[in-house]
């Protein structure tokens, strides 16, 4: 129902910054919740940040991360700055209707609360 493509991984010296980007199509992308989740090597999928009538943010990228969107473009953004090692992993952007995912906090963090996923972008931060 909606299809979803990350772009704006790549390599970054510890320290630095990345701007990722979701471009959604086939929906009225308003009317959608959106979240970033990344699995590193070796390791479960998990919640990053996410955005349905508020924003939620994972400790571990709180006050690093900052998600956005624009939805006259029908694009997430995640900025990503102070970026350390352990932020390498693949990130993958979700997407889900707002009337499903509701107004909890605590669910907007579950994998299980999105339906659609796109493919990941590669982040990997050297020391």
């Known amino acids: 129902q909606v299809q979803l493509v990350e772009s704006g991984g790549g390599v970054v010296q510890a320290g630095g910054s990345l701007r990722l980007s979701c471009a959604a199509s086939?929906?009225?992308?308003?009317?959608?919740?959106v979240g970033w989740f990344r699995q590193g090597p070796g390791k479960e999928r998990e919640f990053v940040a996410a955005?349905?009538?508020?924003?939620y943010y994972a400790d571990s990228v709180n006050g690093r991360f900052t998600i956005s969107r624009d939805n006259a473009k029908n694009t997430v953004y995640l900025q990503m700055n102070s970026l350390k090692p352990e932020d390498t992993a693949v990130y993958y952007c979700?997407?889900?209707?707002?009337?499903?995912?509701?107004?909890?906090?605590?669910?907007?963090?579950?994998?299980?609360?999105?339906?659609?996923w796109g493919q990941g972008t590669q982040v990997t931060v050297s020391s």
């Open positions: 086939g929906r009225t992308f308003s009317s959608y919740a």
């Open positions: 955005m349905t009538w508020s924003t």
């Open positions: 979700a997407a889900q209707t707002l009337l499903r995912m509701g107004s909890g906090s605590a669910y907007a963090t579950r994998r299980d609360a999105y339906d659609y």
